[in-house]
């Protein structure tokens, strides 16, 4: 049930797509990289693909794709760097640190467009206006947003006294000790779970549920993200009310989801910024994008299952309630 209407990413995203077919060399096949967590038919991906149909940019025709999954697998994230370079892309789209990284370490020319917690403070790019080098992309606003989600989940499950925290084990300290932090202001204790591998995600949710775990919040991470259904799952069967870093993931059966739409934000920024790149902008050029706008969704099928009655105030400021 929609509380308010969800209001768009910023315009300066939006690209004349009827006129971009000009922009495309005839004759030629225009070659796409990627180096990801998710298969390329996540929502994500179809809906970056989708912009790319609209531009011109048309696989089988004049495109040619060219994607690695990572996973959990993060040790084959170099490797498969290399193969794409040795591919001769046009364009790599990497997502995490881990394979932003990779793929500048495996390349000094090809574009690579990157999205990731914080470009700048991963220092993956030299600032959001000019990013210089050959990476340009968006930064989700991680670590400000997970502390905001820790706030919603608190006041969301009123009477906490004790939480967890499940994290990528890349995660910076000093963030994870800011949750800390601002959990021990209102008197409630913090445990933090690492995440290395995708094997350690059913053992760390059931840890947390054993120290007396009232609440988790799922910190943003491609990995998290890419193993959100068996978290999902996994905490539905431990009774563990859970936030997630976007809103679709409450959509999809989470308790909570607060953060920008992940769909959105491919098809307008990420898909904008690719067809740009495609047509021969310099990615230092291209200054780094954010997401501006954010929805609350409160799943109240989830919450009924898991037994809690959320306070009618804190319904109403959601911007999505799923009964």
Known sequence: MRRRDIITLVGRAAVAWPLAARAQEAGRTYRLGGLTVNPRDAPLWVAMFDELRRAG????K?????????GSHVDL?????????????????ATGDAAIRAAQQATTT??????????????????????????????????????????????????????????????????LQSLQDAARA????????????????????????????????????PILYGSRQIIIQRVAALRLPAIYQF???AE????????????????????????KLLRGAKPADLPIEQPTKFE?????KTAKALGLTIPESFLVRADEVIE
């Open 296 to 300: 609350l969704v409160i799943n109240l």
């Open 62 to 70: 004049n495109l040619t794709i060219d994607w690695h999954q990572y």
């Open 77 to 93: 994230i170099p490797e498969f760097a290399v193969a794409l370079v040795k591919a001769k892309v046009d364009v790599i789209v």
């Open 110 to 175: 090809i574009p690579i467009l990157g999205s990731t917690d914080d470009m700048v403070g991963s220092g993956l790019v030299n600032s959001m206006a000019r990013p210089d080098g050959n990476t340009t992309g968006t930064s989700i606003l991680a670590a400000e947003l997970d502390g905001k989600r820790q706030e919603i989940l608190i006041e969301a499950v009123p009477g906490i006294r004790h939480m967890a925290v499940l994290a990528d084990s890349k995660r910076n300290a000093s963030q």
């Open 186 to 221: 209102r008197g409630i204790e913090l445990s933090i779970y690492q995440i290395v591998r995708l094997e350690d995600v059913s053992a760390a949710l059931d840890a947390a549920k054993a120290s007396g775990a009232a609440a988790l919040n799922v910190l943003s991470s």
């Open 252 to 275: 999809e059966g989470g308790f909570i989801g607060y953060g920008p739409r992940v769909v959105q934000l491919y098809r307008e920024l990420v898909a904008s910024m690719l067809v």
């Open 247 to 249: 809103p679709e993931e």
């Open 57 to 60: 940019f048309i696989e089988g």
